[in-house]
């Protein structure tokens, strides 16, 4: 199983002649590098297409990410075959092959846990619809905002969400709550039956092998950034 990321789509059996099993050994060795840059693929592959180019070669789409072309023959080369030599990928057939593989030809409800700064940049972030997540509602314990709306979302009460998660088809949860609570809203949102986590918070979670969990820490990416940013001024 692919962790802590986006897994390949279920088209790959029926596509390659696969049984179940041969299709769950392949997902596993699948690097979850491998995954991350599916996504990175297809940002640059509709970009290709907002431009009205067609086909695009592994050395271009490399290129845009700063990687080798055989790196993206190999990344590609664990989900089939998708392009012809000479020729290249079809850029159009290509963003369709990995929004299946990514699963994100469907679409998938979210909603937000903790309305403070962030979770309310979160619900006034105007790009995932267009993505096909869905943000459909925002929990909090805060009386004073429970019951008013921030774009098209309500924000309810967290001692309700269980409810309206079931009622509203919820699959993934977007954890924003302070860190010392993390932990507890992170198992309430397991038990009412979220398959995955987007955490904002800078504590690690552990919620077991059954859902998966993707972390984004402003606070570590920031440190990271300024040991770079001092160590290159230091070299100069």
């Given at each position: 199983m692919v962790r802590d990321g986006n897994g390949p789509g279920?088209?790959?059996?029926?596509?390659?002649?696969?049984?179940?099993?041969?299709?769950?050994?392949?997902?596993a060795s699948i690097p979850r590098a491998t995954v991350k840059r599916l996504s990175l693929y297809l940002r640059e592959l509709e970009l290709h297409q907002s431009r009205g180019e067609?086909?695009?070669?592994?050395?271009?789409?490399?290129?845009?990410?700063?990687?080798?072309?055989?790196?993206?023959?190999?990344?590609?080369?664990?989900?089939?075959?998708?392009?012809?030599?000479g020729?290249?990928?079809?850029?159009?057939?290509?963003?369709?092959?990995?929004?299946?593989?990514?699963?994100?030809?469907?679409?998938?409800?979210?909603?937000?846990?903790g309305v403070g700064n962030i979770g309310r940049a979160l619900l006034n972030y105007p790009r995932f619809d267009s993505k096909g997540f869905h943000i459909?509602?925002?929990?909090?314990?805060?009386?004073?905002?429970?019951?008013?709306?921030i774009g098209s979302c309500e924000i309810y009460s967290a001692a309700d969400f269980e409810h309206h998660v079931s009622a509203m088809g919820i699959e993934f949860g977007i954890l924003c709550?302070?860190?010392l609570a993390a932990q507890e809203v992170a198992d309430q949102m397991v038990a009412a039956g979220l398959r995955g986590i987007l955490n904002f918070t800078p504590r690690r979670i552990d919620v077991g092998d059954d859902v998966d969990v993707v972390s984004v820490d402003f606070s570590l990416a920031l440190e990271q950034l300024a040991y770079q940013v001092a160590m290159s001024n230091e070299d100069g």
């Open positions: 279920s088209g790959l059996g029926i596509q390659l002649g696969y049984t179940a099993t041969q299709v769950m050994s392949e997902r067609t086909t695009v070669s592994s050395r271009t789409l490399g290129g845009d990410l700063g990687i080798t072309d055989a790196q993206v023959r190999r990344d590609f080369g664990y989900f089939g075959q998708f392009g012809q030599p020729i290249g990928y079809s850029v159009g057939s290509l963003i369709l092959r990995l929004k299946s593989i990514l699963k994100i030809d469907r679409e998938w409800n979210a909603a937000v846990f459909v509602a925002a929990f909090d314990v805060d009386d004073s905002i429970i019951g008013t709306s709550v302070p860190m």
